[in-house]
């Protein structure tokens, strides 16, 4: 059974940096493509980026050359490095796996991030 557990949203103050992180377990980590995505108050769940099993990546309009997605698959482990950031990041960020051979999504709890301005 695969379970993600995120950890690293914090209060944060606006311009200031901040690393989420995604612990994958129950499953072959390598070859699925992982994401992180957020959801805002009174908003739709939206996607941040997204990155393959062989590293192609994919962001947001409203994230590019600010936030950065990376994967260590020795520790079954997938990155969000969170720069310049802006009031209008706060949101609950989830971390998401999609299996590569059944093309089922697997989500974590949710890691509140809050920025102040």
């Known amino acids: 059974q695969v379970q993600l557990v995120e950890s690293g949203g914090v209060l944060v103050q606006a311009g200031g940096s901040l690393r989420l992180s995604c612990a994958a377990s129950?499953?072959?980590?390598?070859?699925?493509?992982m994401g992180w995505y957020r959801q805002a108050p009174g908003k739709q769940r939206e996607l941040v980026a997204t990155?393959?099993?062989?590293?192609?990546?994919n962001y947001a309009d409203s994230v590019k050359g600010r936030f950065t997605i990376s994967r260590d698959n020795a520790k079954k482990t997938v990155y969000l490095q969170m720069n310049s950031l802006r009031s209008e990041d706060t949101a609950i960020y989830y971390c998401n796996m999609r299996d590569f051979v059944s093309r089922r999504d697997s989500w974590g709890q949710g890691t509140q991030v809050t920025v102040s301005s």
């Open positions: 129950g499953s072959i980590f390598s070859i699925n493509a």
């Open positions: 990155i393959t099993g062989g590293g192609s990546t």
